[in-house]
C-alpha cells in the first residue's frame, strides 16, 4: 500500500501533486461546489520564501494559513478559535459550507518585525513548518507570539476521511511528499468579480503556470 492509499487520495493528478510538493512547488486544489467553491493555492510550509508569500498575496489574495496535522495540534496544545474567544461572535454554528471552522490561533514568529512583510510572513511559515517536523511545546512557545498574522488551521483527525476540506488535503499531500505535518493554503480571488476565482480561470492559471490542478471533488 502506498502513502497515497493509507490517506485515500491516490489519483493521476495526485501522484502529480505529490511529486510537486516533493520538489517544493505549489500545485492549486478545488474543493467542490458543495463546500467553498473555492480554489486555494497550496504549498509545503517547510519551503516557503518571501517570493513565495509575494505570490500568494499576488496570485491568489486570499487569507494566508497553515494547515498542521492533528497531532502537531495536539502536541502544541493549539485550542480552536472557537474555544479559545470567550465572545458570542466566536461560535461558528451557522457555517453554510461546514458543521464547523477548522481556525485556531493566529501566530507571529518572534524573529519578525510587524509580522505582515513577505520576508517576516515567509520566517513564520517556514519555522511552523520545521516545528511540525519535531513538535515541541517548549519550543512552539519560546519561538512564536500570539497574535499574529499567520492564521493556523486544524486538521480533522483521520484526514481526508473526516473532512473534505482544503485544510486536510494540504496535510494530506505534506505527509505523503514525505514533508512536515504542514501546509499553506491561500485562497484565489477574482479582482473583478469579488468573489472566488472561478475554477476553469484557476485552471488556466495553472496552466500558464506549469502547476498541477488537482479537483478534490473527483478524489
Same mark, same amino acid.
Given at each position: 500500500?502506498?502513502?497515497?492509499?493509507?490517506?485515500?487520495?491516490?489519483?493521476?493528478?495526485?501522484?502529480?501533486?505529490?511529486?510537486?510538493?516533493?520538489?517544493?512547488?505549489?500545485?492549486?486544489?478545488?474543493?467542490?461546489?458543495?463546500?467553498?467553491?473555492?480554489?486555494?493555492?497550496?504549498?509545503?510550509?517547510?519551503?516557503?520564501?518571501?517570493?513565495?508569500?509575494?505570490?500568494?498575496?499576488?496570485?491568489?489574495?486570499?487569507?494566508?494559513?497553515?494547515?498542521?496535522?492533528?497531532?502537531?495540534?495536539?502536541?502544541?496544545?493549539?485550542?480552536?478559535?472557537?474555544?479559545?474567544?470567550?465572545?458570542?461572535?466566536?461560535?461558528?454554528?451557522?457555517?453554510?459550507?461546514?458543521?464547523?471552522?477548522?481556525?485556531?490561533?493566529?501566530?507571529?514568529?518572534?524573529?519578525?518585525?510587524?509580522?505582515?512583510?513577505?520576508?517576516?510572513?515567509?520566517?513564520?511559515?517556514?519555522?511552523? @513548518?520545521?516545528?511540525?517536523?519535531?513538535?515541541?511545546?517548549?519550543?512552539?512557545?519560546?519561538?512564536?507570539?500570539?497574535? @499574529?498574522?499567520?492564521?493556523?488551521?486544524?486538521?480533522?483527525?483521520?484526514?481526508?476521511?473526516?473532512?473534505?476540506?482544503?485544510?486536510?488535503?494540504?496535510?494530506?499531500?505534506?505527509?505523503?511528499?514525505?514533508?512536515?505535518?504542514?501546509?499553506?493554503?491561500?485562497?484565489?480571488?477574482?479582482?473583478?468579480?469579488?468573489?472566488?476565482?472561478?475554477?476553469?480561470?484557476?485552471?488556466?492559471?495553472?496552466?500558464?503556470?506549469?502547476?498541477?490542478?488537482?479537483?478534490?471533488?473527483?478524489?
Amino acid at each position: 500500500m502506498t502513502n497515497a492509499d493509507r490517506v485515500g487520495i491516490e489519483t493521476d493528478r495526485v501522484t502529480d501533486a505529490i511529486a510537486a510538493f516533493k520538489a517544493g512547488d505549489p500545485i492549486l486544489a478545488y474543493d467542490s461546489a458543495d463546500r467553498e467553491n473555492e480554489v486555494d493555492m497550496v504549498y509545503p510550509a517547510c519551503v516557503v520564501q518571501p517570493a513565495d508569500v509575494a505570490r500568494m498575496r499576488n496570485d491568489a489574495g486570499g487569507l494566508i494559513c497553515v494547515a498542521l496535522s492533528d497531532a502537531v495540534t495536539a502536541t502544541l496544545e493549539l485550542p480552536f478559535a472557537r474555544e479559545a474567544i470567550d465572545h458570542p461572535v466566536a461560535a461558528s454554528d451557522s457555517l453554510e459550507y461546514d458543521a464547523r471552522s477548522a481556525s485556531s490561533l493566529t501566530v507571529n514568529h518572534r524573529d519578525t518585525f510587524t509580522g505582515i512583510t513577505d520576508r517576516d510572513r515567509a520566517v513564520t511559515i517556514s519555522e511552523l @513548518g520545521a516545528l511540525a517536523a519535531e513538535p515541541c511545546l517548549g519550543t512552539f512557545v519560546e519561538q512564536f507570539r500570539s497574535p @499574529g498574522h499567520v492564521q493556523l488551521l486544524r486538521a480533522a483527525p483521520e484526514l481526508l476521511a473526516d473532512r473534505r476540506g482544503h485544510t486536510e488535503f494540504a496535510v494530506a499531500l505534506a505527509q505523503n511528499a514525505n514533508r512536515p505535518p504542514a501546509a499553506v493554503v491561500c485562497e484565489m480571488l477574482d479582482d473583478e468579480t469579488g468573489t472566488a476565482l472561478d475554477p476553469d480561470d484557476a485552471k488556466r492559471y495553472a496552466e500558464s503556470e506549469g502547476l498541477v490542478y488537482v479537483d478534490m471533488s473527483d478524489l
